[in-house]
């Protein structure tokens, strides 16, 4: 019995620990709340948004947002959920870590308001930083769709590199979608330039 309780053991994916609150130069992220429900639903209502999302439905409305909260909220899922705000504590987008098939994986998105202004590259590259001081050597798989040029350069900058091409499904399209797998090795990680 207790060779069987050893084998359960070594396959057990660590865990990197509450979810943090992390401050950057413009934007803090923070462990998610219940009441982010509205702005979420507000968010990912947003077909523009979605489609870039796999497993994200169109329409979103307030429901899916609360259901996914209830997940990442609990604390019996393993891996990182961070809310993006910008210091007015006003949810406006996500980064992920989550564990799957045995590895992790990083996801984001952000309120189509907001793009083009270096918020989620800004926030994957903290939010990366940090889950790398609490699990030193993993690697991090992600991806893109081919059509989301914008989000491959926000891992490319921070040291993802391209391992292959497939097609998903993408829940908002209704279809599957060609999709760029990414991969940030150990060792590969980027740390943001210091500004002067």
């Known amino acids: 019995m207790s060779a069987l309780r050893h084998e359960r053991e070594d396959h057990a994916v660590a865990d990197p620990g509450a979810v943090p609150a992390i401050a950057t130069a413009r934007l803090a992220l923070r462990p998610h709340r219940l009441a982010d429900a509205s702005a979420i639903a507000e968010s990912l209502n947003d077909f523009r948004v979605s489609r870039m999302l796999a497993r994200v439905p169109a329409p979103f409305d307030r429901q899916d947002a609360e259901e996914w909260l209830a997940g990442v909220t609990s604390g019996l899922v393993p891996g990182w959920a961070l809310a993006i705000t910008t210091g007015d504590d006003v949810h406006i987008g996500a980064v992920t870590f989550e564990e799957r098939a045995g ?13 083009a202004r270096g918020y989620m590259g800004e926030a994957v590259q903290a939010a990366t930083a940090r889950f790398l001081m609490r699990m030193p050597g993993v690697e991090v798989h992600s991806g893109v769709f081919a059509d989301n040029p914008a989000s491959l350069k926000v891992q490319e900058t921070i040291g993802f590199r391209i391992t292959g091409l497939s097609e998903i499904y993408s829940v908002a399209r209704g279809a599957m979608v060609p999709h760029v797998e990414t991969l940030l090795s150990p060792g590969d990680f980027r740390p943001a330039a210091s500004r002067r």
């Open 103 to 115: 590895g992790w994986h990083l996801g984001y998105w952000l309120n189509r308001f907001y793009w």
